[in-house]
Nanobody, 115 residues
Framework: QVQLVESGGGLVQPGGSLRLSCAAS????????GGWYRQAPGKQRELVAT???????NYADSLKGRFTISRDNAKNTMYLQMNSLKPEDTAVYYC?????????WGKGTLVTVSS
């Protein structure tokens, strides 16, 4: 089993920045695809970004240039740097880890962008 714990969410003003972290523990391997997803109130969960074990990244088109995904295998942690935040970025952000054919999810961290 793999446990994922997100942190770093909170209230931020429009134009501000946050960095989310996703710490993994349990039966973890270095070969995995990591991802961040988000779910806004009343909407479906959507992809934010993914990163492979070789560092290749993929972003939702609407978020390119503002969000950056990264990972530190030594710390078993994945990050999401979010800049120039907008009210429409308000959502619960979930980290995902796909390894050995299994998808694992964290419980999410709430990001609220409001003045």
């Amino acid at each position: 089993q793999v446990q994922l714990v997100e942190s770093g969410g909170g209230l931020v003003q429009p134009g501000g920045s946050l960095r989310l972290s996703c710490a993994a523990s349990g039966s973890i391997f270095s070969i995995y695809v990591g991802g961040w997803y988000r779910q806004a109130p009343g909407k479906q969960r959507e992809l934010v970004a993914t990163i492979t074990n070789t560092g290749n990244t993929n972003y939702a088109d609407s978020l390119k240039g503002r969000f950056t995904i990264s990972r530190d295998n030594a710390k078993n942690t994945m990050y999401l740097q979010m800049n120039s935040l907008k009210p429409e970025d308000t959502a619960v952000y979930y980290c995902n880890r796909a390894q050995s054919g299994v998808n694992y999810w964290g419980k999410g961290t709430l990001v609220t962008v409001s003045s």
